[in-house]
């Protein structure tokens, strides 16, 4: 009896950890969002807020992280549970580098203003809806355990790559254009970069579920 | 205790009880029975003992006593009057002179003064117990006793073989009351376990069970036959309980809301397939799981979260790129019922509405300005004649422009409206393209572009339709295409439609914008588009004229690559081939000369 009721609190802690993930990736996804709408509408109050909201990513994931080591320790879960137990810990901490990215963004949508405007690229753009479609792919595939829409995450990666290699190409055109396009044209490519590295986030993220669900690591292959 | 055990100890307790009051009653029995005849036995012994001696009659005491001793087995002595003992079987002759006075023997004493004596007692010569008896005898120097020892060991004979028996007897016992408790107990325990086995089952859930009729326990049968009753009442029940639970299920699955029950700790009592499609939740979710650890989007969250204490009404919420009217209430038992309509389609149609409005006019008003101010400079000064020619031709592109907007737009609301039919009629898909080329190529555009077709296929549609459809599509990836760009266009029969895709090398379309390609007036890039001529309506047109003939259009494409506008039409079969035509295939034959007749 006692036994089992153990076994019941202990997947409530276990639902409780998924709640507050699902806090974490709700609000990182927003952030990013609102980041890159700032950043195309050039909105310097929207970058703020994206400045601002880091704060709360980091102490979710602390909090995250304290409460995943606290049922590790004292439950000492074993198979499925310990994954899911894993997964939640390596997912946060994935979250809170994206939620790092935003606030990249946020400081570069804050440098650019002060610059005569570059139009944001298309490819920027398509960067970045690529990276929000591959992480709330992720998240969803995590939540409905779903290892297909999780490959299909890592299966975009390539094009964010591929886009990132042409605003590369394109961005050092404008330079060479127009040396007063410089700064900004480097800003820019720093939100590539970090729209990138979301990408390559998401599909970690994507990885870890497969490795939940199937117990079968796809890392490295 | 179980069953066999205690069984097995009330056995063995009954048998070793007998066997232990069998034993003593046989033992007591023995030793009595044995003690008489023992005694009756040295009654006559002794007065045969004495003939014998008579007839030793002369030989020295101790040679008779020895030798009768020898012939009988028992210890034999004479001791005469005074007590001394004149022989004795056991002791050696040199020691008879210093034995004791047997006078304060017992059987001695007792010979002496009543004849004979029978004594039972320790024997104070070898330490046993002895059964001594003693006769008086007349010798010729006065009387003498003789006296016979025996061994009370030997003379009475042992119990013992008797109670080996009965020890054998007694394992025996054992042996089969172990094999009867085995026997017995498995006989009540094995329907037994099997009935607990099955009620176990029933209780596990599962799958419905069988619970068996018992018949080798006869007491046991109504058991089981009251269990066989209990596990029909309770699969009926529950089977009766799923059908309702799937019949509501199934009602609300049917329902194009979403609908979400909670309990009031905010945990998914029940959701409808519609929310788990507008909420992107697991398909087949955890029952009672928080409703917070399926919903991330953080405004999604907090509402649904709220509702069990806060009801919303008619809130409107962004879910990725869907935009959701939540409504919810507390029912009577608590929790909350929380329902989502989808408004994306909704909200993006009265988009659309604004956006055409605003588009026409504007699209009305910039050749209608040139015009003016062309007219305007002409009216006011006289400006020489090149120039004046030069506007005059202004005035008429423009002109041509609004006419050509005009009538797009006048085609489109004849297609909305439903006032525009499309015949149905064999069209060769390819010759038509290179119809329309040819005509690019006539006003002098597209010499350059490195232009393609691949495939041939007859599809059944309407020709003018089918025309204006590739003039547009061409027009736009003319329009696209760098100057000696590509454009290829590929008619590929599958199953029973046409394929048609037109792709350029164009710039691309960002796929955030791929949707509303073919909404009217959409421009992907409002800065660039209508520089480049063009009324904005092409590709509203496209899809109109397609559906009204039964296909379908759509959109891929590639940044930096170019894009890939491609149609379905229904596809001319082979005469003969009545196949496995679907619906649309019967409607498209409908027109066709063969069959026109009886459908």
């Not at chain 2, 007839?55 to 087995?73: F, I, K, M, Y």
Request: net charge negative; aromatic share 4%.
């Amino acid at each position: 009896m006692t036994s089992d009721r153990a076994r019941r609190h202990f997947h409530e802690e276990l639902d409780s950890l998924q709640n507050r993930l699902l806090e974490m990736a709700g609000l990182t996804e927003e952030v990013l969002r609102v980041a890159v709408d700032a950043l195309i509408q050039r909105n310097l109050e929207m970058a703020d807020r994206v400045i601002a909201a880091d704060d709360a990513i980091d102490r979710l994931e602390l909090e995250l992280d304290e409460k995943a080591l606290e049922l590790l320790a004292l439950q000492q879960p074993m198979a499925v549970d310990l994954r899911r137990i894993i997964s939640t810990l390596k997912i946060s901490n994935d979250l809170e580098r994206v939620g790092d990215h935003a606030v990249k963004i946020g400081h570069a949508t804050r440098r650019l203003a002060d610059h005569p405007p570059l139009p944001v690229l298309p490819e920027v753009e398509e960067m970045a809806r690529h990276a929000m479609v591959m992480l709330a792919d992720a998240l969803a595939a995590y939540v409905k355990r779903d290892p297909v829409l999780a490959r299909a995450v890592r299966d975009r990666d390539a094009r964010v790559n591929a886009l990132r290699r042409s605003t590369h190409r394109l961005l050092i055109s404008h330079m060479l254009e127009d040396p007063r396009r410089i700064t900004p044209a480097l800003e820019l490519l720093i939100v590539a970069q970090s729209l990138e590295r979301v990408g390559d986030l998401a599909t970690n993220m994507a990885e870890e579920l497969v490795f939940l669900v199937e117990g079968q690591t796809i890392k490295h292959h | 205790m179980r069953l066999r055990h205690s069984l097995l100890l009330s056995f063995l307790a009954l048998l070793g009880g007998v066997l232990v009051f069998a034993g003593l009653q046989v033992h007591r029995a023995q030793s009595l029975e044995s003690r008489e005849a023992a005694r009756q036995g040295m009654l006559r012994d002794l007065p045969l003992a004495a003939l014998a001696l008579d007839a030793l009659e002369g030989v020295d005491p101790q040679t008779q006593v020895q030798r009768l001793s020898g012939a009988t087995g028992f210890r034999v002595t004479l001791v005469d009057s005074l007590g001394t003992v004149l022989g004795d079987s056991h002791v050696a002759s040199e020691l008879i002179p210093r034995m004791e006075n047997h006078l304060s023997r017992p059987e001695v004493m007792g010979a002496f003064e009543s004849g004979s004596a029978l004594e039972e007692r320790i024997s104070i010569h070898t330490g046993t117990q002895m059964l001594a008896g003693a006769l008086r005898l007349e010798g010729a120097d006065g009387p003498y006793v003789l006296r016979l020892g025996v061994p009370v060991s030997q003379a009475y004979g042992s119990s013992g073989p008797l109670l080996r028996w009965l020890l054998l007897a007694g394992l025996l016992g054992v042996a089969l009351a172990v094999l009867l408790t085995v026997v017995l107990t498995l006989r009540i325990t094995q329907p037994l376990s099997a009935l607990t086995h099955h009620v176990g089952r029933m209780a596990d859930g599962g799958s419905e069970v069988r619970v068996p009729r018992v018949q080798s326990l006869p007491e046991l049968a109504p058991l089981s036959g009251a269990l066989s009753r209990l596990a029909d009442e309770i699969f009926g029940r529950v089977r009766e309980v799923v059908r309702e639970r799937d019949e509501m299920q199934g009602l609300i699955d049917s329902i194009a809301e979403g609908v979400i029950a909670l309990t009031d700790d905010a945990r998914v009592l029940r959701m409808n397939h519609a929310a788990e499609v507008l909420l992107g939740v697991p398909a087949k979710s955890v029952p009672f799981a928080p409703v917070g650890s399926m919903v991330r989007q953080t405004e999604l969250r907090s509402i649904l979260e709220e509702s069990v204490v806060r009801p919303v009404s008619a809130q409107e919420v962004m879910v990725g790129d869907r935009s959701l009217l939540v409504n919810s209430r507390i029912p009577s038992w608590g929790g909350a019922v929380v329902t989502f309509l989808d408004v994306t389609d909704l909200r993006r149609m009265e988009q659309v509405r604004r956006d055409f409005v605003a588009n026409a006019s504007h699209e009305l008003k910039t050749p209608l300005t040139a015009m003016r101010g062309f007219a305007e400079t002409l009216l006011d000064g006289d400006p020489p004649d090149d120039l004046r020619r030069e506007f005059l031709g202004s005035i008429r592109s423009n002109t041509l422009r609004l006419q050509a907007l005009v009538d797009d737009l006048l085609d489109l609301s004849r297609l909305e409206s439903g006032g525009w039919r499309a015949r149905r009629e064999e069209v060769d898909v390819t010759g038509s393209v290179r119809e329309i080329w040819e005509e690019f190529l006539n006003q002098g555009r597209g010499a350059a572009i490195d232009f393609q077709v691949e495939g041939e296929a007859l599809a059944v549609g309407d020709e003018h339709a089918i025309a204006q459809i590739f003039r547009n599509l061409l027009e736009n990836a003319l329009r696209y295409t760098p100057e000696r760009g590509r454009i290829r266009v590929q008619v590929l029969p599958v199953g029973d439609e046409v394929q048609v895709s037109v792709t350029d090398s164009g710039s691309g379309i960002p796929s955030a914008a791929l949707p509303r390609i073919f909404e009217r007036f959409y421009r992907v890039d409002q800065s660039r588009a209508r520089d480049q001529g063009g009324t904005g309506l092409g590709l509203a047109i496209v899809r109109h004229l397609v559906s009204s003939m039964g296909g379908e259009v759509g959109a891929d494409s590639i940044l930096g690559e170019g894009t890939t506008i491609w149609f379905t039409l229904p596809l001319v079969l082979e005469v003969g081939d009545e196949g496995d035509g679907g619906r649309e295939d019967d409607e498209g034959r409908e027109g066709d000369e063969q069959h026109s007749g009886n459908r």
